[in-house]
């Protein structure tokens, strides 16, 4: 069954895919894998039956899980290669590698028809089981007299092969019994929620989170590029310019790492939206739920927008110090990004609101704003954070 599947998952293009139309044609071609893999786990239930009446029911089970983390594991290989030719950025990662790129629309574009297979994954695993368990069902109704408890530690009155091997393998084949009986029992109290075959489920649902992670670190390749980092940039600690002339108040804008994100969020509508237009079917998580295209983009872009938003938060929590100057370019540029988090229908984290309530307060009014944050709903832990960050000395 291995090389089975290292001859059904061969895709070299993976590993030197350039334009949008490779990655299209690859995810076709896992789409596939996964058809041929499903069949290649069908007709080894039904050999086994064939040759064995399904006394080693159990055995090809387990094989057949066997197979489907190595398949799982195949596939994972190919997304690593795929990240690698891509210059993905690892949404995980802490920094972000020297030679690590954002997307371009097209390769956004021909990410989303990764989503094909995510959506296919659970449905040829629950036709599987499907498949598997009325084949469990009429084994059942043939074997299980065969079968019976009390006959297996005695010489079968019936010499048949059935009736040998069973006797034959008197453990494993009270094993088999137990299995069998919990399966028509089930099926009889219409109790089908668990899986089957657990562990090989969980290895198929853990490739559909794979696939999943590479289509969402795609989608926030370009927020991730412009914001990681940015909490230890030198804007924070930044202090006015000294001159004998009497200069303008500071007044500060987003900057342009802020709003090259903010653009790249805002245009995520039309790349999901354009993706809608095509008929790529498309899922967001392994739900059951069969959801419109339309749904399910707004389910993206919440995912993204707030996996953004957890980003520039863990960037804002690790700036070191914050000047006057650098604080008010802190609350203009969380502004910004949460009018951006606006546009997109969603509200930003509270802890970030919390932040941007903080940086926000003149450093004379601080005190007096501390005292009076629990009641408003703000952190005090923030509060208190906020305020050694900007060196001052709260009594809150």
Partial sequence: MRREFESIVNIPEARSVVTSDDLTSISHDLLATLHKAMGVFGQAVDRCIDITAGVELLTCMHAIESGMEHYADLISVIMRDLRQAAGLIDSSAVMVKSNANSAGEEFIRG????????????????????????????LHSTLRSALNTTELTSTPTVRTLIALSVAAHAPRSRKLAIFLDKVAD???????????????????????????????????????????????????????????????????????????????????????????????????????????????????????????????????????????????????DLEYFSNIVAALSLDPPSALSAWYRCVSVPREEYDAFARSANAEGIDARIVRAVAATRGIASSK
């Fill in 111 to 138: 990410s989303l028809s990764l989503l094909d297979i995510i959506n296919a994954i659970p449905s040829a695993l629950l036709d599987f089981e499907s498949s598997l368990r009325v084949k469990i069902l009429a």
């Fill in 186 to 332: 089930a099926a009889e109290k219409h109790s089908l929620d668990s899986s089957i075959i657990p562990v090989g489920a969980e290895h198929m649902n853990g490739l559909a989170r794979t696939l999943e992670k590479f289509v969402h670190d795609t989608l926030l390749g370009r927020v991730s590029l412009e914001l990681k980092g940015i909490g230890a940039s030198d804007v924070w600690s930044a202090k006015p310019t000294e001159s004998a002339y009497k200069l303008p108040t500071f007044s500060a804008y987003p900057q342009e790492r802020m709003t090259n994100a903010g653009e790249y969020l805002l245009s995520l509508p039309q790349h999901l939206d354009g993706a809608n237009d095509d008929d790529i079917p498309r899922t967001v998580s392994l739900s059951d739920d069969v959801r419109s295209g339309q749904d399910t983009s707004e389910d993206w872009i919440a995912k993204i927008a707030e996996a953004s938003a957890e980003l520039l938060l863990k960037e804002v929590q690790s700036i070191g110090s914050l000047t006057e100057q650098g604080a008010a370019q802190l609350a203009v």
